[in-house]
Nanobody, 122 residues
Framework: QVQLVESGGGLVQAGGSLRLSCAGS????????LGWFRQAPGKEREFVAA???????DYADSVKGRFTMSRDNSKNTVYLQMNSLKPEDTAVYYC????????????????WGQGTQVTVSS
C-alpha cells in the first residue's frame, strides 16, 4: 500500500508562487503514476497534473506553463511548483497514486492524500 501526505499549501497573493510536496511511503512508490488534483468550493474535483515513473508529465490546459510537476523517487516525494498563481487556483490540492495512468487521469487513483489548502488573494 501507499500512504500520501501533502504539504506546502498556504495563503499567497496573485502572481506569487508556492511549492506543494507529497510524501509517499511504500516499497513500489517509484513504479506508480502520481497525480495532482484540486477541488474549489462548489466545483468538481479537477485534474491538474500527472507524472510517470519515467518523469513524463501531463498538465491541464489551465495550468500549463505555470505549474511544473516533478518527482524524486529516492525520497518518495512528488512536487508541484506553482508560479504566477491566480485567484482561480484557490482550492484544496490533493495528490494521488495508481499503477494505471488512465485511472490517475480520470481521478480514480487507488491512493489519496488528505489535501492541502491553497488560497490565492487578489
Amino acid at each position: 500500500q501507499v500512504q500520501l501526505v501533502e504539504s506546502g499549501g498556504g495563503l499567497v497573493q496573485a502572481g506569487g508562487s508556492l511549492r506543494l510536496s507529497c510524501a509517499g511511503s511504500g516499497r513500489t512508490f517509484s513504479s506508480y503514476f502520481l497525480g495532482w488534483f484540486r477541488q474549489a468550493p462548489g466545483k468538481e474535483r479537477e485534474f491538474v497534473a500527472a507524472i510517470s515513473w519515467r518523469a513524463s508529465t501531463d498538465y491541464a490546459d489551465s495550468v500549463k506553463g505555470r505549474f511544473t510537476m516533478s518527482r524524486d523517487n529516492s525520497k518518495n516525494t512528488v512536487y508541484l511548483q506553482m508560479n504566477s498563481l491566480k485567484p482561480e487556483d484557490t482550492a484544496v490540492y490533493y495528490c494521488a497514486a495508481d499503477r494505471s495512468y488512465s485511472d490517475i487521469r480520470s481521478s480514480k487513483g487507488d491512493y489519496w492524500g488528505q489535501g492541502t489548502q491553497v488560497t490565492v488573494s487578489s
